[in-house]
């Protein structure tokens, strides 16, 4: 494995471990071990069975980039670099991300002002969260105030509460889905309608990242340069909120 990747790995597991301790399972311990002992392979398949059956932690997907980077898997790097990136909001991973795609000439992780604000959203969604629910609870003790003295429901008041609530269960609910995903097949079909029988767009290689908009069966509406257009969905890794 080559020192620049060691560097910035060594430099995210500094930031990584301080802030994300957590408990660890048995399985996770051995797989902690067997990497540290940098047997890398057998550590990721350990890791690997932890990320399908629970909730992945931050220092294990960083750890599940590493290793795949080391081994040239550079579409498995940047997806778990990304589901890092969304558990942590480190922006060194958006760096190295950055970084990674320009190497290897990949879409979608380009610094736009859409990404930007995304980027922003998904770093302060729970500080959002926890303000939106502050204001739902201020405006119904105003509600309950206003209901004592005047003996009636205020009509205003009561529109803003249940505008606000309306929004709260939104963002709790929808709020964080994540419709990103990566493609993971080299020589994957770009469709101008969801059907094999549809012109080809474009053949795209792995690695790059997409954003579905919609899906109709086997089928995944993306937009593409500009265009709606369909892939197959075994093409692809969606990426998760964690």
């Not at 294990?60 to 550079?74: R, S, V």
């Not at 942590?88 to 992780?109: F, P, Q």
């Not at 205003?156 to 505008?163: G, K, Q, Y």
Request: proline share 2%; with cysteine.
């Amino acid at each position: 494995m080559n020192k620049k990747i060691k560097l910035f790995f060594i430099l995210l597991f500094t930031t990584s471990f301080s802030t994300f301790a957590q408990p660890q399972n048995e399985t996770l311990v051995k797989a902690d071990s067997l990497f540290k002992n940098q047997r890398f392979t057998q550590s990721f398949m350990l890791y690997d069975s932890i990320y399908h059956s629970q909730k992945a932690t931050p220092a294990m997907l960083l750890k599940m980039a590493y290793i795949k980077e080391g081994l040239d898997d550079f579409t498995l790097a940047q997806y778990y670099l990304n589901e890092y990136y969304l558990a942590t909001n480190n922006d060194l991973a958006l760096t190295k991300m950055e970084n990674l795609a320009k190497e290897k000439e990949l879409t979608g992780y380009e610094t736009n002002d859409l990404n930007f604000i995304r980027s922003l959203y998904y770093k302060h969604f729970q500080w959002l969260a926890i303000s939106v629910f502050f204001i739902a609870l201020i405006l119904f003790s105003f509600f309950i105030l206003q209901l004592k003295k005047y003996k009636q429901i205020p009509p205003v008041t009561s529109f803003f509460l249940v505008a606000i609530l309306t929004g709260l269960f939104a963002l709790i609910n929808f709020g964080k889905s994540y419709n990103e995903a990566l493609i993971i097949k080299n020589n994957t079909f770009v469709m101008a309608a969801p059907s094999a029988g549809a012109e080809v767009i474009d053949v795209i290689t792995k690695g790059n990242k997409i954003e579905i908009n919609n899906q109709e069966d086997v089928w995944l509406q993306i937009e593409w340069q500009g265009e709606q257009c369909y892939v197959k969905s075994n093409n692809v890794r969606r990426l998760n909120v964690w």
